[in-house]
Nanobody, 125 residues
């Protein structure tokens, strides 16, 4: 299984950015796919998740501003990020697992088996 993120870059506070994650060789029908972010010295935190039943869940800090989705073939994961904040500068990672929950997806790093290498998002004030 390979996950490759793209779309990172530098934006100003209040602007938008869309991240993509290309997923290949994923052999399972079920999935949870998630976006995490991490800054140096901090834990990797999950910000948005989507499962194969279409259930999406978000961290409270991004609700109403971030939208997670997949394309029709389920081979690309997206994260639309609107009204970005300075403190959301981080390296963003996509992750996947065949384990789904009845109400969504796991939120911990250990819940996911497959990871991309990340893409940097820098938000300047």
């Amino acid at each position: 299984v390979q996950l490759v993120e793209s779309g990172g870059g530098s934006v100003q506070t209040g602007e938008s950015l869309e991240l993509s994650c290309a997923i290949s060789n994923y052999p399972y029908a079920d999935f949870c796919m998630a976006w995490f972010r991490q800054t140096p010295g901090k834990e990797r935190e999950s910000v948005a998740r989507i499962n194969s039943r279409g259930i999406t869940t978000y961290a409270d800090s991004v609700k109403g501003r971030f939208t997670v989705s997949t394309d029709n073939t389920k081979t690309t994961l997206f994260l639309q990020m609107d009204v970005l904040k300075y403190e959301e500068s981080a390296k963003y990672y996509c992750a996947a697992t065949p384990r789904i929950l009845w109400n969504g997806c796991g939120v911990d790093r250990d819940d996911y088996n497959y990871w991309g290498r990340g893409t940097q998002v820098t938000v300047s004030s």
